[in-house]
């Protein structure tokens, strides 16, 4: 029994992909595997040992903050569900005007990087921002503090629902139009 071996052809793009693998494995793949090893080491001698997790969870502070962490990322996840879906079914499935224009706001909006867009709301809804001071002096409204769990999902739920928008978008945009049209009949 004579079995064929698929050969590689060495080219440009083979090489290319190959130094780009590299590249990944150098700056992602081994930084993430030594910091998991060194979770399991004792700082002192090296050994393998599980005593950093059970210091961890020792302490409220730490698995507090691992707990609020998760409590953060599904309650966003929840409302730029809730945000994303919604808007990408009515653009996707009626005729809206500036459809274009809204589409393309929508991806602009996700090349700000983070930083950009948790400072910007600091400037706009902080202590002294434009718009606490608006609503304080013109209307004698308190508006809520940004700075605390609701501050964190407002911000991160209008930075992150453009990418749920655009995830449904694409799936309903790739629906065979006969399939809506026969459910609603």
């Not at 500036?98 to 867009?117: D, T, Y």
């Not at 434009?130 to 809520?144: G, H, Q, R, W």
Request: with cysteine; proline share 3%.
């Amino acid at each position: 029994m004579h079995m064929n071996k698929a050969k590689i052809k060495w080219d440009f793009w083979s090489t290319i992909t190959v130094v780009i693998m590299g590249i990944f494995a150098l700056f992602l793949i081994y930084p993430l595997l030594s910091l998991f090893i060194s979770g399991f080491q004792d700082t002192e001698t090296g050994a393998f040992t599980l005593s950093n997790f059970t210091k961890f969870f020792q302490k409220k502070y730490y698995y507090q903050s691992m707990l609020n962490s998760f409590k953060v990322t599904i309650s966003v996840t929840i409302l730029a569900i809730l945000i994303g879906a919604p808007i990408a079914y009515f653009m996707t499935c009626y005729k809206i005007k500036l459809k274009g224009l809204v589409e393309v706001l929508v991806i602009i909006s996700m090349l700000s990087p983070p930083f950009i867009g948790a400072y910007s709301w600091i400037l706009l809804a902080g202590r002294s921002g434009v718009i606490t001071k608006f609503f304080a002096n013109v209307f004698n409204i308190e508006l809520p503090s940004i700075y605390g769990f609701g501050g964190i999902l407002l911000v991160f739920t209008l930075k992150l629902y453009p990418f749920i928008y655009l995830y449904v978008s694409g799936a309903l945009k790739k629906i065979d139009v006969s399939l809506s049209e026969a459910a609603e009949v």
